[in-house]
């Protein structure tokens, strides 16, 4: 089945441990992004790839890190986590041209 | 800049019509988006509109496109409690074909 695949789906930490939440998708797609969303303030773009080793920030890219070493996975890392990343987020991928990205379930992270 | 404004609750009687609407500024958007979110899970692309139509039909699902007005409509016939979801108004700049830009989401809520 094509999908988007985010682990984990609920994660609580404490301010300033390092964590790391992972992507991957089976669909050879090109293209990978992260999202967050919050009440009222919607889905906001927080980093993007367009292949492999090819990564840019998106809107809200501070306090998070991805890399792209493989075109499957795209991990978002935040290394000194605090309580404003407290959020719901996406991975998304899509190919090339393609219409519209394809999401994960989501990650609902809690940062205490 | 880029911005997609829509209205945050919608109620409608199980039967009628829900139309949800939409604006966005960005005149050179390529394709426009409804995605659907069920409670705890991700998003999903409901339909689309190339930027050069003024109207797609897909079953129960009819968008309206004002691109003079660069309004966007959604219109879900003989609504159904499983119509129960938050729908996002989407936007993909053009050139930006890593990004795609939410609004806030309508909260569509099913009255019996």
């Known amino acids: 089945e094509a999908q988007v695949t985010q682990n984990p789906r609920y994660l609580i930490t404490v301010t300033g441990k390092k964590l790391t939440v992972t992507c991957s998708q089976n669909?050879?797609?090109?293209?990978m992004s992260w999202y967050r969303q919050d009440p009222g303030l919607g889905l906001r773009q927080i980093y993007y790839?367009?292949?492999?080793?090819?990564?840019d920030k998106g809107d809200v890219p501070e306090g998070y890190k991805v890399s792209r070493k493989e075109k499957r996975n795209f991990p978002l890392i935040l290394e000194s986590p605090s309580p404003n990343q407290t959020s719901l987020y996406f991975c998304?991928?899509?190919?090339?041209?393609?219409?519209?990205?394809?999401f994960g379930s989501g990650t609902r992270l809690t940062v205490v | 800049g880029e911005d997609v404004e829509q209205s945050l609750f919608l109620s409608v009687r199980e039967g009628d019509s829900s139309v949800i609407n939409c604006t966005y500024t960005d005149s050179s958007s390529t394709y426009l988006y409804w995605y659907k979110q069920e409670p705890g899970a991700g998003l999903q692309l409901l339909t689309y509109i190339f930027s050069n139509m003024d109207m797609k039909q897909d079953q129960r699902l009819t968008v309206l496109l004002n691109k003079k007005d660069k309004h966007l409509s959604l219109r879900i016939a003989d609504t159904q409690t499983g119509d129960s979801a938050i729908y996002f108004c989407a936007e993909s700049p053009q050139n930006r074909d890593d990004k795609i830009i939410f609004g806030k989401g309508t909260r569509l809520h099913i009255l019996p």
């Open positions: 669909m050879n797609h090109e293209y």
């Open positions: 998304a991928s899509k190919v090339t041209g393609g219409i519209g990205y394809t």
């Open positions: 790839s367009m292949n492999v080793e090819v990564t």
